[in-house]
């Protein structure tokens, strides 16, 4: 199976950013750490917080359900930058966002201009535009169309 690199990692970690301790984001979601969201059955394992290295490490994890999904979904080549892109997106959105995507639909045609045009569509949560969302879907938009 394919990983997210460095790079794509780094992405992540710098839109996500970094808390120690539970807080809820914008979605109204409990998270911690590198945007990992806080289930139910694991609120007693963050009572005291948590370390950059317990985070990067739930990242990675999380990730790996992003990168699954960028596989199930993605039927075309993607170069590294893309493919980095793409997690980072699902990462943020979810897989089912991916799925239902018009992104997905026009990058499995190989229209990959098309697929990077969309990255800027989906920087809205809870009816409002974000601009935290507008400048990590301008990096991801930037990082797909890399080579």
């Not at 911690?32 to 394992?45: K, N, R, S």
């Not at 290295?53 to 999904?69: F, M, P, R, V």
């Not at 075309?76 to 943020?92: E, I, K, M, P, R």
């Not at 190989?110 to 009816?127: Q, T």
Request: hydrophobic share 40%; net charge positive; charged share 25%.
């Amino acid at each position: 199976m394919r990983h997210i690199t460095d790079n794509g990692l780094n992405l992540i970690k710098h839109f996500e950013g970094f808390s120690e301790t539970v807080y809820l984001c914008p979605a109204g979601h409990p998270t911690i750490g590198y945007g990992h969201v806080v289930l139910d059955h694991e609120v007693e394992d963050f009572i005291d917080g948590i370390t950059k290295e317990q985070a990067s490490n739930l990242l990675k994890q999380d990730a790996n359900l992003a990168e699954q999904a960028v596989g199930r979904f993605i039927r075309v080549a993607l170069t590294d930058g893309q493919f980095d892109a793409l997690v980072s997106f699902t990462f943020n959105l979810g897989s089912g966002a991916l799925q239902r995507s018009t992104l997905r639909s026009k990058l499995n045609r190989k229209d990959y201009a098309g697929a990077s045009r969309e990255f800027s569509r989906w920087v809205w949560a809870g009816g409002r535009r974000l601009k935290g969302l507008v400048r990590r879907r301008h990096a991801e938009a930037t990082l797909f169309a890399q080579n």
